[in-house]
């Protein structure tokens, strides 16, 4: 069941990215931050949790291609699986210390 398998990547890697962005999310006020454009930032916490996921999951599937918010794209040896990632959707909640983020 490869699904199933993917799913439980998935859930390892999103787990992990979480327990870094709840430590940066209790320091929040001592984040380095960016705009990336109008209105729109990124911050240490979502590099750091977007190379934690990348690293837990091209491990698992390093066949599968990558596409991601800060990190861009990247083609797979397998051209029908890809993992899409937002490693914090909800900065700007984020950084104003609102409890209404996620990864995806």
């Given amino acids: 069941m490869q699904g199933s398998a993917n799913l439980n990547v998935m859930i390892k890697a999103a787990r992990k990215a979480g327990r870094s962005l709840a430590k940066d999310f ?3 006020e001592n984040l380095q931050v960016s705009r990336k454009g109008a209105g729109d930032f990124v911050s240490k916490a979502d590099l750091s949790a977007e190379k934690i996921i990348k ?18 794209e990247e083609e797979g ?14 900065t700007t909640n984020f950084l104003h210390g609102l409890p209404h983020w996620a990864v995806s």
């Fill in 77 to 90: 040896a397998d051209p029908t699986r890809r993992w899409i990632v937002d490693p914090l959707d909800g």
């Fill in 26 to 28: 209790r320091e929040v």
């Fill in 55 to 72: 690293e837990e999951l091209m491990e698992a599937r390093p066949t599968y291609g990558w596409l991601a918010e800060e990190g861009g």
